[in-house]
Nanobody, 125 residues
Framework: QVQLVESGGGLVQPGGSLRLSCAAS????????MGWFRQAPGKEREFIASINWSGGDSNYADSVKGRFTISRNNAKNTVDLQMNSLKPEDTAVYYC??????????????????WGQGTQVTVSS
């Protein structure tokens, strides 16, 4: 079992930045691939970014490529999402997720076995 707790969401103006963090517990963190998804009202959950167990391989959705960066610290059992140049369309609940799959791109919600409770990000002036 893996427990995931997100933090760092909030209200930010367009063009601003936020850093989300996800703390994991309950299983050897370095054995997990990690990902971030988001869900806006009335929309399906959307893949944002993923990172492999070592941090050496990451993937991004086209909508955030060049603006968002995923990183992990296996010593602290955390995975972060640095979000820059935020746009109103980035407004959503952001979820951290953990995958037991050793290999893959981890872009589908079906690749993940554990989810956090989500943190709200609102981009508005």
């Amino acid at each position: 079992q893996v427990q995931l707790v997100e933090s760092g969401g909030g209200l930010v103006q367009p063009g601003g930045s936020l850093r989300l963090s996800c703390a994991a517990s309950g299983r050897t963190f370095s054995s997990l691939a990690m990902g971030w998804f988001r869900q806006a009202p009335g929309k399906e959950r959307e893949f944002i970014a993923s990172i492999n167990w070592s941090g050496g391989d990451s993937n991004y959705a086209d909508s955030v490529k060049g603006r968002f960066t995923i990183s992990r610290n296996n010593a602290k059992n955390t995975v972060d999402l640095q979000m820059n140049s935020l746009k109103p369309e980035d407004t959503a609940v952001y979820y951290c997720a953990a995958s037991l799959l050793r290999y893959g791109a981890w872009k589908s919600f079906r690749d993940y076995s554990y989810w956090g409770q989500g943190t709200q990000v609102t981009v508005s002036s």
